[in-house]
């Protein structure tokens, strides 16, 4: 199970809290960057962007992801709609768990 994250910063946590600095952030959206899964960035198309700040990162790699016989996803909400798509296409998922807003976004973006 991984959740899917729309690349950027958290306001509303406090200093610290977040992940990453708002200039690795940035970095990342200038490199292309659309969502997260398990903290590694994706693309639109969903290829992964293998940037350096994934060495910060302890936990699954994308490879390992992909090696799952069941990937479920879960996510939902418009911030989230392209990651959760690169997400789709990248094959990163193949099952998901969204509300019908997301689901209905999804159906309508499919190409």
Do not use: C
């Not at 198309?45 to 350096?52: I, R, T, V």
């Not at 090696?67 to 690169?86: D, E, F, N, S």
């Not at 296409?89 to 689901?103: E, R, Y």
């Amino acid at each position: 199970m991984t959740g899917i994250g729309a690349p950027g910063i958290v306001p509303q946590l406090r200093a610290g809290d977040n992940f990453f600095t708002s200039q690795q952030v940035a970095r990342a959206k200038t490199l292309g960057a659309v969502g997260e899964l398990n903290l590694r960035y994706i693309a639109q198309d969903g290829e992964p962007l293998n940037l350096d700040i994934e060495d910060l990162v302890i936990g699954a790699t994308l490879q390992q992801l992909r090696r799952a016989t069941h990937r479920l996803g879960v996510a939902g909400g418009p911030p989230k709609y392209r990651a959760i798509r690169a997400a789709l296409i990248g094959g990163w998922l193949n099952m998901l768990v969204t509300d019908s807003t997301t689901a209905q976004w999804l159906i309508g973006h499919r190409n």
